[in-house]
């Protein structure tokens, strides 16, 4: 197989989700992989088909809402086909103000993209985060499907978390290419 190429795709409307999204793409680079990064208002929605790997961001608004960007395209992602694609998700969210909503948009995006296939790849452990609920939540309630950003609350483990989450997505990606 050819080397995978990975595409980052990130919508925002306060700059954060793509500063973490820029944080991740390094963190790629210094394993050696190069890493595509898009807003997803900048490009149609067809070319993530083009990607062996997608990482997808969103954050979350106050009460669960869902970036505009995001939400303006949500019903086309479901219609993609994404069979051969490995997907790993971030979400940004408020785990204090919005503890019953915390990363609700990630758990929005999985959703959308669960018919099209994909493989998911980066579940991320719920343990060191305080919040009531979450739609971003696997169902054993220990995971998140993806990355959980809190750069309100935690913004001093937002580095180190990108680091570990890095490294299992290389990891991980390995074994889906085996």
């Known amino acids: ?3 995978a190429s ?3 795709i990130y919508g925002t409307d306060t700059n954060n989700t ?3 999204g820029h944080k991740i793409a390094k963190q790629w680079e210094e394993l ?4 595509d990064i898009f807003n997803i208002k900048d490009i149609e929605i067809s070319q993530l088909q083009e990607y062996a790997t997608l990482i997808l961001g969103v954050p979350t608004w106050d009460f669960g809402g869902i970036q505009s960007d995001w ?3 949500g019903d086309g992602l479901s219609e993609l086909s994404l069979e051969n694609t490995s997907v790993a998700l971030y979400g940004l969210g408020d785990q204090f103000g919005y503890g019953d909503y915390f990363v609700d948009a990630m758990g929005w995006l999985y959703e959308k993209l669960l018919p099209t296939k994909a493989t998911f790849i980066g579940q991320w452990s719920t343990a060191g985060y305080e919040f009531e609920a979450s739609r971003a939540c696997i169902e054993d309630k220990e ?3 993806g990355l959980a950003i809190d750069e309100d609350q935690q913004f001093e483990l937002t580095d180190e978390r990108i680091e570990q989450w890095v490294i299992q997505l290389y990891a991980e990606r390995a074994v889906e290419a085996a």
């Open 143 to 145: 995971n998140f499907i």
């Open 71 to 73: 939400e303006d395209i």
């Open 32 to 35: 050696g992989e190069q890493v």
């Open 18 to 20: 793509e500063e973490v």
């Open 1 to 3: 197989m050819a080397q």
């Open 6 to 8: 990975i595409a980052l």
